[in-house]
């Protein structure tokens, strides 16, 4: 436990976009913040940003798919710290293109970052979480954890995966005050979502039989993107609720758009949500219009 009384926080991904505003918010709620980051660079500019705001968060390196690196940011904050009291797993990486235009090796990869690494991370904190008796880990999935979409199934299948890991988690944790909650966000412009950096190189090969159907529907996640009020903050203060909740639920939404989707597909039947939701996307992929 620090000084104001609450324990130590690891956040995975904690560079920039949602892992960053996390490091800042729960570090002004009194824990003290490990901020994973994969470049020196990285870390020194969280930690001015840090000091600009009169806060503390220490940077560890960590790349979640490295065993060794994961180890030794595990021993670091034992060393300082002796035990954790929470763990966020927020590293999360996208491509964007048709399945059969995702070479194996992305797939592989996505799998890697979103999923493998969350079990990775998860396994080496689990000792120092336990050496506090009890705490809380936060997944970070996204509403394409509950439900497909195009363009984006390698990672939807990842986050899939991770609620279902999230899920059995919780219950063979409970038995030692572990909490694990599940955080799902609706869609925010990050990085995540830069055209540079998501859309693959096979998506714009016009030889493709996805090339028409996939540039066709890009505009409309633009236009989701444009219209998202949702920030980085908002989930930030959400998994800080979470992280000092005496009792938190297991899945949370953030995001009133996500929110509504996910109601929709709790209460409506398989059929019906299919013919409304999916059956939106379906037409809107069928126009005629000109691909790129
Ligand atoms: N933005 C959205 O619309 C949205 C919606 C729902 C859920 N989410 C989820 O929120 C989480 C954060 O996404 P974001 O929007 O903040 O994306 P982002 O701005 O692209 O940030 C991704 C973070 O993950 C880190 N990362 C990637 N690969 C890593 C690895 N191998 N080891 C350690 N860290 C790694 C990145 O570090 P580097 O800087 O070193 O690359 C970066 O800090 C993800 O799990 C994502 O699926 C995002």
Redesign the pocket.
């Known amino acids: 436990m620090n000084k104001r009384g609450k324990g130590a926080v690891l956040i995975?991904?904690?560079?920039?976009?949602?892992?960053?505003a996390m490091a800042m918010e729960i570090a002004a709620r009194g824990y003290s913040v490990w901020a994973?980051?994969?470049?020196s660079e990285?870390g020194s500019e969280i930690e001015a940003e840090a000091q600009r705001r009169s806060l503390v968060v220490r940077t560890v390196t960590?790349?979640?798919?490295d065993d060794g690196s994961v180890k030794a940011a595990c021993q670091a904050i034992q060393a300082s710290e002796g035990s954790l009291y929470g763990l966020v797993n927020?590293?999360?990486?996208?491509g964007r293109a048709f399945f059969e235009d995702y070479p194996e090796d992305v797939i592989r990869r996505i799998f890697?970052?979103?999923l493998f690494?969350v079990m990775r991370v998860t396994r080496h904190a689990l000792p120092l979480i336990r050496a506090n008796q009890g705490g809380r880990i936060v997944n970070?999935?996204?509403?394409?954890g509950r439900i497909g979409s195009n363009s984006v199934t390698p990672?939807v299948a990842s986050?899939f995966g991770l609620e279902g890991f999230s899920e059995s988690l919780a219950l063979e944790l409970h038995p030692f005050g572990i909490r694990v909650s599940v955080v799902?966000?609706?869609?925010?412009?990050?990085?995540?979502?830069k055209e540079s950096s998501r859309i693959l190189p096979q998506a714009r090969n016009p030889d493709s039989p996805y090339h028409q159907y996939f540039w066709r529907m890009e505009p409309y996640a633009e236009k989701l993107l444009d219209s998202s009020r949702l920030t980085?903050e908002d989930v930030a203060r959400k998994v800080a609720e979470v992280l000092g909740h005496r009792r938190p639920a297991l899945r949370y939404v953030v995001g009133r758009r996500a929110a509504l989707v996910a109601f929709l597909r709790k209460h409506l039947p398989d059929r019906l949500f299919d013919a409304v939701y999916f059956g939106q996307i379906r037409r809107l992929m069928m126009e005629t219009g000109k691909g790129r």
């Open positions: 995975t991904g904690a560079s920039r976009g949602l892992g960053r994973g980051v994969r470049t990285a960590l790349d979640v798919t927020n590293a999360g990486m996208t890697e970052v979103n690494g970070i999935s996204s509403i394409g990672y986050k799902s966000p609706g869609i925010i412009r990050t990085d995540i979502w980085p």
